[in-house]
T-cell receptor, first 116, second 114 residues
């Protein structure tokens, strides 16, 4: 069964508004979670690494003030897309290692964001 | 040179045939290797992982790793139309540091023709 839960599955919002996406580890504690983004017919791109109790680490080219990450507990990380624009429309996916060191990444079901 | 390379495809095989998906990686220090399947509009799901040179079999799937050649492959036997998807190769560059993201290839699109 699923080990990482992501909510919502899809969201449509108006340009200029903010959207929050939640990612939960279901039966394990995740001190680190990873947020990916995927545009249609393109590869997964890592956006940021979410660290429980500390600041997220963002990949080059990802605006930290636009994509706010909060990892307030060992089972929950949130990604907030602030002042969303149509070009932010994408598939956002969170993931976590169930066990550290050499283990696979488990992905949430993803969130399809459409900004109108 | 890209870190993880895959042929984008599409790779078309007839139903019942063996599909062979290939992946090369650039970092010799990579220790663990993963194959994910991604259906259109869905998130990736783990198919197999392999850490040691050689073959690893799980049902219709066989992962093959050759660290000397920096090459990892996935074989799908008795291919079914439901196997039609994009297959992502992923590599963990630095597993000893604990929680690290995986580096993904761009994926190979497989089409199994009934």
């Amino acid at each position: 069964g699923a080990v990482v839960s992501q909510h919502p599955s899809w969201v449509i919002c108006k340009s200029g508004t903010s959207v929050k996406i939640e990612c939960r580890s279901l039966d394990f504690q995740a001190t680190t979670m990873f947020w990916y983004r995927q545009f249609p017919k393109q590869s997964l791109m890592l956006m940021a690494t979410s660290n429980e109790g500390s600041k997220a680490t963002y990949e080059q080219g990802v605006e930290k003030d636009k994509f706010l990450i909060n990892h307030a507990s060992l089972t929950l990380s949130t990604l907030t897309v602030t002042s969303a624009h149509p070009e932010d429309s994408s598939f956002y996916i969170c993931s976590a290692h169930r066990d550290p060191y050499n283990s696979p990444l488990h992905f949430g079901n993803g969130t399809r964001l459409t900004v109108t | 040179q890209k870190e993880v390379e895959q042929n984008s495809g599409p790779l078309s095989v007839p139903e019942g045939a063996i599909a062979s998906l290939n992946c090369t990686y650039s970092d010799r220090g990579s220790q663990s290797f993963f194959w994910y399947r991604q259906y259109s509009g869905k998130s990736p799901e783990l198919i197999m992982f392999i850490y040691s040179n050689g073959d690893k079999e799980d049902g219709r799937f066989t992962a093959q790793l050759n660290k000397a050649s920096q090459y990892v492959s996935l074989l799908i036997r008795d291919s079914q139309p439901s196997d039609s998807a994009t297959y992502l190769c992923a590599v963990n560059r630095d597993p000893n540091s604990g929680n690290t993201p995986l580096v993904f290839g761009k994926g190979t699109r497989l089409s199994v023709i009934a």
